[in-house]
């Protein structure tokens, strides 16, 4: 039986980044609901499937660490042992020979194999920089939010580190297509049954399998939602069949989703729109956390909630359902306090208002108080200030 892989167990079989906790949190960033693929394996341990492969990562205070496994064989037994070009080349103690997984290694196969192994290690490092976004220096961007939103800066005292995720434009998509009327726990069994019934099985650890996210071809199949039905869907697997056929019938393919990242944001938002199952709040979703859309502010009941009681915004007061005229003043609210990373702002605070975090919140009662005292103080001017500029 082939296990999650720990650190503690020795860093041969890890590689790592240089990154500091105040710019990656990987227990907030990836637990508060913008993937659903990523479970806490260990001890602050965290293993999921991203491009194509299973990765498990863990940090200290200034490191950021992964591990990766290998693909199933050729026969379908995926046992997940560590990549053969990836194993260390060592000198042997008693011969001085070259020796590689407790073979001779040849010197004429040395240098090929370390090349190999560089070359994984350099695309493996490229794709998960790309995936936390590591070129946008986060510490930067909160002291901005701070110094323009008192609220935030609170907040961003305790909950640093919440980084926005760049996905995979398909399973984005069809992971947030599963999120209507749903909460992030349900969503992740959800994900992960879609995973297991129509995704490539990449490999086993401990008693878990661990899949690819589903093709499009796969989701588009006629067979898919009477499939999704009896895994408990409900009405969500008729919009996954619908989304993947229009895609590939109408638009060509997942190149089409690829190419809204260089489209504005608005057409962007609009095209996503003419999938079945795909409303405003999906829609800006898919564009802020797949589409390089970092304005965007997705805004549901739990942002409008947040919006009136923390910032007393105005918009959609004396309706009982969110329109897309609200969305857009919420969403237009934001912008305005925030700027152009206002998507990312608002991870933060959604983050910090989940159940599952309120721990990190715990404060002596007289001093939250007197605390959140100015804090309003400060938040009623500056939404003086944006309610004027936006009239």
């Known amino acids: 039986m082939f296990k999650h892989a720990l650190l503690s167990a020795g860093t041969n079989a890890w590689r790592s980044l240089a990154c500091s906790r105040s710019e990656l949190r990987l227990d907030l960033t990836l637990g508060c609901g913008q993937s659903f693929r990523w479970r806490e394996t260990g001890d602050g341990h965290w293993t999921g499937v991203m491009g194509g492969r299973v990765w498990t990562l863990t940090q200290t205070d200034d490191t950021l660490w992964y591990h990766t496994y290998s693909i199933p064989s050729a026969t379908g037994e995926g046992d997940c042992r560590k990549r053969r070009a990836g194993a260390p080349i060592l000198e042997s103690k ?17 240098e090929e194999l370390l090349a190999v192994r560089t070359d994984l290690d350099r695309k493996e490092e490229v794709l998960l920089r790309d995936y936390f976004q590591l ?24 909950f640093t580190g919440v980084r926005m995720l760049r996905q995979d434009p398909t399973e984005c998509l069809f992971s ?12 992740q069994g959800m994900v992960e049954r879609l995973c297991q019934s129509l995704g490539t099985l990449l490999c086993h650890l401990d008693q ?15 067979s898919v939602e009477a499939c999704l039905r009896d895994l408990g869907f409900g009405y969500r697997a008729k919009f996954l069949q619908q989304s993947a056929r229009q895609i590939l019938d109408s638009h060509g393919g997942p190149l089409w989703l690829q190419g809204l990242r260089t ?7 609009d095209a996503l729109r003419t999938l079945p199952g795909v409303g405003p709040k999906v829609a800006d979703c898919v564009c802020l956390m797949s589409l ?5 502010v997705p805004v549901d009941t739990h942002v409008w909630q947040i919006a009136k009681r923390d910032y007393s915004c105005i918009a959609g007061s004396g309706k009982k359902s969110l329109t897309d005229k609200v969305h857009q003043e919420i969403g237009d ?12 702002a608002h991870s933060v ?9 309120q721990k990190l919140k715990e404060m002596p009662s007289l001093k939250q108080e007197e605390v959140n005292s100015d804090i309003k103080a400060e938040v009623e001017g500056k939404k003086t200030k944006i309610i004027k500029t936006l009239r």
Request: proline share 3%.
């Open 94 to 110: 008693s011969s001085g020979k070259k020796v590689k997984g407790g073979m001779e290694v040849k010197e004429e196969e040395e």
């Open 135 to 158: 070129d946008v220096k986060l510490g930067d961007l909160y002291r901005e939010w701070g110094a323009a939103d008192p609220h935030f800066k609170h907040i961003a005292n305790i």
């Open 176 to 187: 947030f297509i599963c999120t209507s009327n749903n909460h992030i726990s349900r969503i």
């Open 208 to 222: 878990t399998s661990y899949h690819d996210f589903p093709s499009l071809s796969a989701l588009a199949d006629s």
């Open 263 to 269: 489209a504005s944001y608005l057409q962007a938002r």
């Open 292 to 296: 390089d859309k970092a304005c965007v």
């Open 333 to 344: 609210f934001f912008r305005q306090l925030w700027g152009p990373y206002a998507g990312w």
């Open 349 to 357: 605070l959604f983050c910090a208002d989940l159940k599952k975090f």
